[in-house]
């Protein structure tokens, strides 16, 4: 990430702000870590230490169940029932140590604050727009964005801004207690995105307006989220009282579709796509694109054994060329060491396709993925007989 400030910070890191009737601003500096990485200096009108009272919130256990047998899985999460809000309602589908991968389709509006206290967070919004609305400023989104949130972050979800307020937002949440950050090949010495990388720092939308608010009184909630416990902290005033902050800790958005695919004379694997690095697993997106060029070129993946990765795949959009019964917001998890590639016909299918138009994100995990109680309500359990 880069240096980004806003609003109103002192000259020196640690040193007085004053408002204009000479009152002291609160510094709060945001530290991952300890101490030794990225961080963010905050400017509040108020100590954010000031809290009225703690209280306990329902926990968000993750249900994991053993499998008998290690087979593809096909999950439809469509079929689970909506409900909840922004925060509530993510339904946990797929985890292990290093992540957890959740759908999330929310039919209330989120009543407190939120903030991950233990996890970095990458929100996919599939469907609905508004605003992500954080202690730091807002972002505006729409389809397509990833939503990049830092743990520590104080935010809420706004979908007021959808053209149909009906239609229900969808989400793919993937929650990580490692770091996330752009694939380091990206980078060039002095942090910049390099030429030919596929997406360049004018992609990438942080805060963009800084909203102080002065309101006191309340109670105003922020829902700390630590492993699958909730804990409201309750305020006399409103927790967006920052006037101004600086730093490399900030949350932002890029959409897939800045996302600049590459396509070879011949298929080029899944790390042509990546989008995102952390610690023992990565997020790549596949993206409408040319195929490939070559005259006896075959233009959908070929079989493959991840002999050690887990591989995900949420499809969003489009025609799935190479697999049967797939259908937008399916999950598919082709585990490690199981081969698995296209279905009967549809190499030949696609020989004489010169784009594809599908759109999936891709999660790739080095240690072996673990289905939820509400994986299971949506499995297609005949997936593994699909390639007969
Ligand atoms: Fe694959």
Request: aromatic share 12%; with cysteine.
């Amino acid at each position: 990430m880069y240096y980004m400030k806003l609003g109103q910070v002192p000259a020196k890191r640690h040193t007085q702000l004053l408002g204009p009737k000479g009152e002291l601003r609160y510094e709060q500096v945001v530290t991952t870590h300890g101490f030794d990485h990225r961080y963010a200096c905050l400017y509040h009108l108020h100590p954010p230490t000031r809290v009225m009272e703690v209280v306990e919130r329902p926990p968000q256990p993750i249900e994991l169940v053993p499998q008998k047998v290690k087979r593809h899985v096909h999950l439809r999460p469509l079929g689970l029932k909506p409900g909840g809000d922004a925060i509530s309602g993510r339904n946990p589908l797929l985890a292990n140590a290093d992540v957890t991968l959740a759908i999330c389709r929310p039919t209330e509006k989120m009543a407190y604050f939120y903030r991950p206290g233990d996890c970095d967070e990458i929100i996919f919004i599939h469907q609905g727009q508004g605003t992500l609305q954080t202690w730091q400023g807002n972002i505006p989104f729409a389809e397509g964005d990833y939503l990049v949130i830092p743990r520590g972050t104080t935010y809420r979800f706004d979908f007021s801004g959808s053209a149909d307020p009906e239609a229900l937002a969808r989400m793919l949440v993937i929650r990580t207690p490692s770091m996330i950050r752009l694939p380091s090949r990206y980078v060039n010495p002095a942090g910049q995105l390099r030429l030919g990388a596929p997406f360049y720092e004018r992609d990438i939308r942080p805060p963009s307006l800084l909203q102080t608010h002065e309101e006191t009184g309340g109670p105003w909630e922020v829902r700390v989220q630590t492993g699958d416990q909730f804990t409201g902290y309750l305020f006399d005033f409103h927790p967006f009282d920052v006037v101004g902050w600086d730093g490399y800790c900030y949350p932002w958005a890029f959409n897939i579709y800045n996302y600049e695919p590459l396509a070879g004379r011949v298929h080029l694997p899944p790390p042509f796509q990546q989008t995102f690095q952390a610690d023992r697993f990565v997020v790549c997106s596949f993206c409408p694109r040319m195929l490939e060029d070559h005259p006896q070129a075959i233009k959908v993946p070929y079989v493959h054994s991840n002999v050690d990765s887990d591989e995900v795949l949420y499809y969003v959009n489009g025609n799935f060329s190479s697999r049967r019964g797939i259908g937008v917001s399916s999950i598919t998890l082709h585990p490690s060491g199981i081969p698995h590639g296209p279905h009967p016909g549809a190499i030949e299918a696609s020989l004489k396709a010169t784009r594809t138009e599908e759109l999936a994100v891709m999660v790739d995990t080095f240690a072996p993925l673990q289905l939820t109680t509400e994986a299971l309500q949506c499995d297609q359990a005949d997936y593994p007989m699909s390639w007969k």
